[in-house]
């Protein structure tokens, strides 16, 4: 089933996860193509992107952004081509990145629109390293993470779109890297083609160990977006005036239930007062929305001198998002995950 | 018995505690008044500052400072008088701020002796509002908890020394600030004679709805000295982007055991991610030693144009200063607890 211009296909969230999202929980609907009205433009999908956080708008626990209403349309930014315009700044043909979410078809009235001019080159890079993960990965880390040459980063899901950019800008400012990942591909992947100097595979029995081996002189950043096991392992080898950017927290997003105790809320707290940590969570556009332009330099640089290599997972058809999306929870996928919603031309 | 010019009295670590200190883990001795050689001063203990870091000085666990060695004394900031001197720049009879610890004399090389004068006003100040005490609520206030005029601030131990100047500094301001504190007769004080807007006792059963209540707007900054239920209190009342200086976790020091589960660090770190966090760990003469000139200047005036209220409570005699500490972290003093160990002339 692919995109044709008859037929808006639409991916609703069709009741709230218990646990792990599960296909029931979409439901694939058609609806007509929306017509613009004076000051809309009609938007066609072309690329999907697919995001941890989206997880958090299945459920209606409080959170930093409105939950998905059942019924409603899944979230999602997109990079879309006009296919009808009624909006003086908008023309047919143009690509834009917008936010029409799991669907084939969205009208806008501008608000949210970045364009992308006529011929954009990888317009797909604007959902990934040239957007809301690498911006996340680059402000996260110079910013909160302010790292010193010399300095030893550490990053899981290191071959995800924020910890691959985090790792390679920290190789950029002179630090020593390394990353978690799952699975020995990924590390090898994080060493050889990222660059990290290290990279250990959380599946390991011994995972805590090698990570300790791998930082022989103790963390000075650790740039959070998993969680769990993986902040176990970093916690006690974290140094005095250590910074933990806090962006995400993958491994807890499918959680039912707290873990067994005790409770070691009191452990974290004792680091943070005896090591002198600091912790701070952001989001990315609440917080450095301002300093986009700052980052689109310096990242075009970076790219076209070479000093940041990116990997795209890119899947065809909307039919096939639920799927990818269950998988990236649970570490599946292997860069950034894009789904082809339809032709770019 | 009281200070002679004939013996050192001298408290030592005894044995390390388990949970509670008991009056077994400190001894009392007697030694000999030691003498000054070429460079050094002889100084004599008039009061001693007990704190609450000093538990932490007492158990072997890994900390910023080194433990308290067994059969050692008992560490400590002192205001001191030099009783005989081979330094050039210091007088028989001159005052210092000094680091003598429990016990009536000590020999000094001069390092880390701050010069108080011939005839200081409220010497034992130092050790509290105008010292370590009140330096840390400054710069944890203002450097980290970064207080805006309207906000709403939150307190524990808001009779303590660095509870209580947290607080009137947030008035000062133009913070709503609500203290926590054991009892009816420190809320009072809190509100009566600190001007904090409110102040709820810990002790009361609703606890958690008393302190709902008191911040109608939630919680912008919370100043975290104490841990435990205070914050478990506090964490669903936090703002989007508040900040938690954390300098002291008093509820933790004597526990000796973790609290039984679940393990709630996952809601600890969801908040910190959904409400964009910052909690920060400081040690104030370790981040903020450089900034001690600007903290002098401003309390100084504070204090002299009556905007900072300072209550003491002064325990007289070195032998009583065991029981007064084992009291302090069970939160019986009721300002800053400091033992007069000998008179002042």
Same mark, same amino acid.
């Given at each position: ?14 009741? +709230? ?45 409080? %959170? ?93 899901? &290191? ?24 699975? &020995? ?12 100097? &290290? ?51 993958? %491994? ?17 707290? +004792? ?75």
């Amino acid at each position: 089933m692919t995109q044709t211009s008859e037929t808006n296909r639409r991916i609703v969230l069709a009741s +709230r996860p218990k646990g792990a999202p599960s296909p029931e929980d979409f439901r694939l609907e058609q609806a007509p193509v929306p017509t613009p009205k004076s000051g809309e433009v009609l938007l066609r999908s072309v690329y999907l992107s697919l995001d941890p956080y989206m997880r958090g708008r299945m459920s209606d626990a409080p %959170s930093y952004a409105a939950p998905v209403e059942i019924d409603a349309v899944m979230v999602g930014a997109t990079v879309s081509r006009v296919v009808a315009s009624e909006h003086p700044d908008y023309a047919e043909g143009d690509w834009v990145l917008a936010y029409s979410g799991w669907q084939d078809y969205a009208l806008s009235d501008g608000t949210g629109l970045t364009p992308l001019g006529k011929a954009p080159t990888n317009p797909s890079y604007t959902l990934g390293i040239l957007g809301m993960p690498g911006f996340t990965a680059y402000m996260g880390l110079l910013d909160i993470g302010k790292p010193k040459a010399g300095e030893t980063l550490v990053v899981a899901a &290191a071959t995800g779109p924020v910890g691959a950019t985090v790792g390679q800008i920290g190789k950029i400012k002179g630090c020593r890297v390394v990353g978690v990942a799952g699975g &020995a591909e990924k590390c090898r992947h994080a060493v050889e083609v990222q660059g990290f100097d &290290a990279c250990i595979d959380h599946y390991a029995d011994d995972f805590a160990e090698q990570l300790a081996k791998a930082c022989p002189q103790g963390i000075d950043i650790y740039f959070e977006n998993v969680g769990g096991k993986v902040f176990d392992a970093v916690l006690p080898l974290l140094n005095t005036a250590a910074r933990i950017p806090v962006c995400g927290l993958i %491994s807890y997003y499918n959680a039912t239930s707290l873990p067994e105790g005790p409770d070691r809320t009191a452990v974290l707290m +004792r680091n943070i007062l005896t090591k002198r940590l600091t912790i701070k969570g952001f989001i990315i556009f609440d917080d450095y929305g301002h300093r986009y332009n700052e980052f689109a330099k310096d990242m075009t640089e970076w790219l076209s001198a070479g000093k940041i290599q990116y990997r795209e997972q890119i899947v065809d058809g909307l039919e096939n998002a639920p799927k990818a999306f269950m998988g990236l929870l649970e570490g599946k996928n292997f860069g950034k995950l894009v789904i082809r919603v339809g032709a770019d031309s």
